[in-house]
């Protein structure tokens, strides 16, 4: 099982950035595929995640009405779109994969590798 994130990046508050999660080595649709992240001295916080096939989401409401999550079953691929980004969304973001749509991160056993998120002020 493998998951890869990519588009994480530097931006000005404000703006907009669109994270993606590739799934490889296992049935993707299987899955419910989420979003954690993680700022330096902050423990792990869920922020979003999509059931495997129904997209039943849920959505932290520190990013609620900002952040969208979608997928594509047929790509492989999971997608975070982040818009009015903030300096405290900054963190690494984590692709994670599971059985559940939860909120709790050791319900995930598949996690990425992670993907930097910077936004200045």
């Known amino acids: 099982v493998q998951l890869v994130e990519s588009g994480g990046g530097l931006v000005q508050a404000g703006g907009s950035l669109r994270l993606s999660c590739a799934g490889s080595g296992f049935t993707f649709d299987d899955y419910a595929i989420g979003w954690f992240r993680q700022a330096p001295g902050k423990e792990r916080e869920g922020v979003s995640c999509i059931s495997r096939r129904d997209s039943t989401t849920w959505v932290a409401a520190s990013v609620k009405g900002r952040f969208t999550i979608s997928r594509d079953n047929a790509k492989n691929t999971v997608y975070l779109q982040m818009d009015s980004l903030k300096p405290e969304d900054t963190a690494v973001y984590y692709c994670?994969?599971?059985?559940?749509?939860?909120?709790?991160?050791?319900?995930?056993?598949?996690w990425g590798q992670g993907t930097q998120v910077t936004v200045s002020s």
């Open positions: 994670v994969g599971g059985s559940y749509t939860t909120r709790r991160p050791d319900d995930f056993p598949y």
